[in-house]
């Protein structure tokens, strides 16, 4: 399965051991969608869209209502590259 490139890139992030914090509004929707790195740093370009995407997937999955982190699948998906550090 190809995954575009936007989500190559949320997904190498999460990879890293970043992740995607998510804030729900008093209806339970989800209000603000916000991809943060390891080292701290807010990552942009994750919109509503991309996120139901990559969770549709099955890339990303929630434990005990704590961030959304990568899974196996995710990992399967996502390709190998070179960390530029």
Same mark, same amino acid.
């Given at each position: 399965?190809?995954?575009?490139?936007?989500?190559?890139?949320?997904?190498?992030?999460?990879?890293?051991?970043?992740?995607?914090?998510?804030?729900?509004?008093?209806?339970? *929707?989800?209000?603000? !969608?916000?991809?943060?790195?390891?080292?701290?740093?807010?990552?942009?370009?994750l919109? &509503?869209? %991309?996120? =139901?995407?990559?969770? *549709?997937?099955?890339? !990303?999955?929630?434990?005990?209502?704590?961030?959304?982190?990568?899974?196996r699948?995710? &990992?399967? %998906?996502? =390709?190998?590259?070179?960390?530029?550090r």
């Amino acid at each position: 399965m190809d995954i575009s490139r936007a989500e190559q890139r949320i997904l190498h992030i999460l990879a890293q051991g970043g992740c995607i914090q998510v804030e729900k509004d008093e209806d339970g *929707r989800i209000a603000e !969608i916000s991809c943060v790195t390891r080292d701290g740093w807010h990552l942009p370009g994750l919109d &509503l869209a %991309l996120f =139901r995407k990559v969770k *549709r997937k099955g890339a !990303i999955a929630s434990t005990n209502g704590g961030p959304y982190r990568i899974t196996r699948r995710g &990992l399967q %998906l996502v =390709r190998s590259q070179t960390d530029n550090r």
